[in-house]
């Protein structure tokens, strides 16, 4: 499982994907997780993407240009520092994805 957890410019969402590796590690879960920009998502391969929520306005966008699910993060991701929440909610876009059909499967926020 590859997640991509992207930002403005990179730098916090380095520190986001790090805590959520763990914490999937600590879960038992072999998930590969990346941090990357906007201007990666169309180029990067990811079974799911992990929005900041100051990207939220550029959901939409962004929905588009990705392969794969897409949820924003609340807004106290950052103070997330073990990455249990960050953990529970790419846990449930992936849920939701699964269970939507194709064509609404990007939906996920």
């Known amino acids: 499982m590859k997640i991509l957890v992207v930002c403005g410019a990179g730098a916090s969402s380095t520190f986001v ?3 959520l590796r763990r914490a999937a590690s600590d879960a038992g879960l072999g998930w590969d997780t990346a941090a990357g920009t906007e201007q990666t998502i169309s180029t990067a391969f990811a079974d799911l993407v992990l929005v900041g929520p100051h990207l939220a306005d550029r959901v939409d966008a962004i929905r588009a240009a990705s392969h794969a699910p897409v949820a924003v993060l609340p807004d106290d991701v950052f ?3 073990d ?5 529970a909610v790419a ?5 939701s994805s699964t269970n939507d059909s194709p064509s609404t499967a990007k939906g996920t926020s």
Do not use: C, E, N, Y
């Not at 846990?91 to 849920?95: G, Y």
């Open 79 to 81: 103070a997330d520092r």
């Open 83 to 87: 990455g249990i929440r960050t953990l």
């Open 91 to 95: 846990r449930r876009a992936l849920s």
């Open 17 to 19: 994907a790090q805590r």
